[in-house]
């Protein structure tokens, strides 16, 4: 059986697939796909995958149904559904006559759109939102806007990936006024509250392994995010909005603390426990324990040993 849980991009998936890719294009981390193209047999149901790319579907005629973790959802005509890296998921069609599948990854956001784009479209960090059935007309619009699109796909120019970017933004606009106009991504149950949970439980876990002498991995956000499998900027909305204080507030807590613990053996130089605590430099360690504590630890051990 295939494996599907190490694939880097959506290329890589059609080929481990053995379906019909996307004609070649200039365009690096963005694809459009006629899905009906790839499908020899119905029904048609692929393996449980995690892909770093993001997902739109637009399925004009079809039904069929896609999962994500341990969320099923049905998709039918008109259905818009959106899914971003991390998840792992499957998706399978009884019926499929129209489907356009649009994926980019997070290099290509940031290159060709806005740079506030997570600000604009908080959609795109969020963990599971249902499909959205629009009506005729609202299709009709979005279906008007991925069909330039993959217009400016087949059609190389000196600025097709800047075109396809302005579009981009164009179409997640309109997906935003269709479906997620309302949305607020810290309201998922009690998913944010788990997540929260997770976070300060890791955060705990890290530093421990930081006193021990077990940690390699250096002091970043990215870490924790990484752990949970979410976006740094999702992880970073719901820790502020469920705690009222920034991720970075219970990170730089549990750093000063575990830091004043190592400061308080005398066996140790500040070099070993910059060092151990993760610092290329011992004078970023002192800039850092400073700023955040307001003595320098050679003040601290210098007022705790004497």
């Not at 009506?135 to 059609?155: G, H, K, M, P, W």
Request: proline share 4%; net charge neutral.
């Amino acid at each position: 059986m295939t494996d599907l849980n190490s694939i880097e991009n959506l290329h890589e998936f059609y080929e481990k697939m053995g379906i019909t890719q996307t004609p070649n294009s200039s365009v690096n981390g963005f694809t459009i796909h006629h899905v009906q193209d790839s499908i020899r047999k119905l029904p048609y149901r692929t393996q449980s995958f995690r892909p770093n790319y993001y997902n739109f579907l637009f399925s004009k005629d079809g039904d069929g149904s896609y999962t994500i973790d341990d969320h099923a959802f049905p998709v039918k005509n008109r259905t818009v559904y959106f899914t971003n890296p991390g998840n792992f998921r499957t998706f399978e069609w009884t019926r499929l006559t129209d489907a356009r599948l649009i994926t980019f990854d997070e290099a290509f956001l940031k290159e060709y759109t806005d740079s506030d784009i997570f600000e604009k479209f908080p959609y795109l960090l969020t963990e599971t939102v249902r499909p959205r059935v629009l009506t005729q007309d609202q299709f009709a619009r979005v279906e008007r806007l991925y069909n330039l699109i993959e217009q400016e796909f087949l059609s190389p120019s000196a600025f097709q990936n800047k075109v396809i970017g302005s579009l981009l933004v164009g179409l997640l606009w309109i997906i935003k006024e269709y479906c997620y106009l309302d949305y607020n991504p810290i309201y998922e149950g009690n998913r944010s509250s788990q997540i929260v949970k997770d976070f300060k439980l890791n955060v705990e876990q890290y530093f421990k392994e930081v006193l021990e002498g077990r940690m390699e991995q250096p002091m970043r956000v990215q870490y924790f995010a990484d752990q949970q499998n979410l976006h740094v900027n999702y992880l970073s909305n719901v820790i502020s909005n469920k705690t009222g204080k920034p991720m970075l507030y219970w990170i730089n807590e549990k750093a000063i603390s575990t830091a004043k613990i190592l400061l308080q053996n005398p066996s140790l130089s500040i070099k070993e426990i910059s060092n151990q605590m993760g610092f290329l430099e011992s004078a970023h360690f002192s800039n850092y324990f400073k700023k955040q504590s307001g003595d320098s630890p050679a003040t601290y051990r210098k007022n705790y040993l004497f």
